[in-house]
């Protein structure tokens, strides 16, 4: 995507519907377009993609959110010149208590990183709750549902991990809010998806 273009290339509208994206609303597609072009960050590098979720307050009963994963928020800070690393992730429980290392077998109820900046005295952290983030799916059993739900997807198998990067969104968000500002990574957006 280069700077300068205030459209897509056909060989750019082949790629695109190529990934899926052959019936976003051009308006959509041209934010999408000028999303790229500031965070500098490729979709065909698969470097920031364009989720769409139902919404039927949307014109197209479509509402497109652009996301990325935290390596392009990483990326995104990196090329400021000013980012000048992070501390953390920390983990804590019920009982409020920080750590270093999540042992427990239970989720975390927050993840908390901090994100520095060269020119700024004092760090960017953010803290994650798990109970905000975390996406549930129903159980089914037998055809039916059980009433119950469990974590989806990683959340189940990695929670931590993915409270942190969560954590660390944020953080880098807070730090960088214009090279940020329009994008979220993917573990923000599961809670929406389900």
């Not at 960050?41 to 935290?70: C, H, M, N, V």
């Not at 055809?143 to 944020?170: D, F, I, Q, V």
Request: aromatic share 10%; with cysteine; charged share 25%.
């Amino acid at each position: 995507v280069e700077p300068s273009q205030s459209w897509w290339s056909d060989r750019q509208v082949a790629a695109l519907a190529a990934i899926g994206l052959d019936a976003v609303p051009q308006e959509d597609l041209l934010a999408f377009l000028h999303l790229c072009q500031r965070s500098e960050l490729d979709p065909f590098a698969r470097e920031i993609y364009l989720i769409g979720r139902q919404d039927r307050k949307a014109p197209s009963g479509t509402r497109y959110t652009a996301q990325t994963g935290i390596d392009g928020y990483r990326h995104m800070a990196e090329r400021t010149g000013e980012y000048a690393g992070r501390e953390g992730p920390w983990w804590c429980g019920p009982d409020g208590q920080w750590t270093e290392v999540g042992l427990s077998d239970e989720p975390p109820s927050a993840a908390k990183v901090s994100v520095y900046r060269s020119n700024r005295p004092l760090p960017f952290t953010a803290v994650a709750v798990y109970r905000e983030f975390v996406p549930m799916v129903a159980v089914w059993e037998n055809n039916r549902r059980t009433g119950e739900e469990k974590p989806s997807g990683l959340w189940g198998k990695m929670p931590a991990h993915m409270l942190a990067k969560c954590a660390e969104a944020l953080a880098i968000r807070q730090a960088f809010p214009r090279q940020a500002s329009g994008i979220y990574v993917t573990e923000e957006m599961h809670a929406a998806d389900a």
